[in-house]
């Protein structure tokens, strides 16, 4: 709402594209635990400064290449891998690592599964865009070494990223389990060297009709629910475990949902 504000008002400066958490926006990738207060524009001029002398814009005395700039939601910002980048050099690693991933999911899954060289090409085409020696840069460059598209959600992604603080290796995601008949379920996390299985249960995934699907009460997704994981757990003899919103508030906080079932890391 505050970038469809700050187009109405805008007198038709043309070196100006909207850039950083705004084109996030725009790209409809997550700000996990961000709540962006400016709206961010970016012009042509390198001098590398953010005037931020109004309350609800940061203009960025930043360079944007022509072939960094596209049209999203019907207004000029910053290209896909630009957007990663420029955020990933501020962002935290939650914040970071979730907008990574979510930008690796857009450009490699599709209906026929997670397209790995297309994740890699655009990796190669953020890192690219990461300058030498700058602001950020080095936490960014890991960011983006751990990022992996196949994290369905920011709630999967910072579950990972504490999963390997925590002292575990790191998990597969979206494992396929073969289910009865033709079916397939993926499982959000295979943690192999303890043996166990692991899902993350946004609230969502239960509360929100749109999530659930049309007319599909709460009561049948449980009930399916508890069947994949009975099928899941019973074909292959791993014990699954489940953490939700309030476990990933910090690492320690997962840590002792973990421990609260007898998992600890190996090393």
């Known amino acids: 709402m505050r970038v469809v504000a ?3 008002r805008r007198t038709g400066n043309s070196e100006l594209v909207y850039s950083h958490a705004s084109a996030a926006v725009l790209w409809e990738l997550p700000l996990f635990r961000v709540e962006p207060r400016r709206v961010h524009l970016s012009r042509r001029i390198a001098s590398g400064h ?3 002398s109004e309350p609800l814009v940061a203009r960025h005395q930043v360079a944007v290449a022509s072939s960094d700039m596209t ?30 991933d979510a930008a690796l999911r857009r450009a490699a899954w599709s209906w026929n599964g997670y397209d790995v060289e297309a994740a890699e090409s655009l990796r190669r085409q953020v890192a690219q865009r990461l300058p030498s020696g ?6 960014a460059r890991r960011m983006l070494e751990l990022a992996d598209g196949r994290a369905a959600s920011p709630g ?24 009865p008949g033709s ?10 060297d303890v043996g166990v299985w692991g899902e993350y249960d946004g609230e969502g995934k239960y509360l929100d009709p749109a999530m659930r699907g049309e007319g599909v009460g709460v009561e049948r997704v449980v009930m399916e629910e508890k069947q994949r994981e009975d099928w899941i757990r019973g074909t292959t003899g791993r014990r699954l475990v489940r953490w939700g919103t309030a476990d990933i508030a910090t690492a320690a906080h997962l840590g002792a949902r973990l421990r609260a079932f007898g998992i600890h890391p190996q090393r």
């Open 183 to 192: 079916r397939l379920f993926h499982v959000d996390f295979a943690l192999d």
């Open 6 to 8: 700050a187009e109405r």
């Open 134 to 139: 700058g602001r950020g840069v080095r936490a």
């Open 50 to 52: 953010v005037r931020a």
């Open 71 to 100: 049209m999203r939601q019907g207004v000029i910002c910053t290209g896909l891998a630009r957007t990663v980048a420029d955020v990933l050099r501020s962002a935290s690693f939650e914040t970071g690592l979730s907008l990574a």
């Open 156 to 179: 999967e992604s910072v579950s990972r990223l504490y999963i390997g603080d925590l002292g575990f290796a790191t998990p597969r995601l979206q494992v396929p389990v073969a289910g």
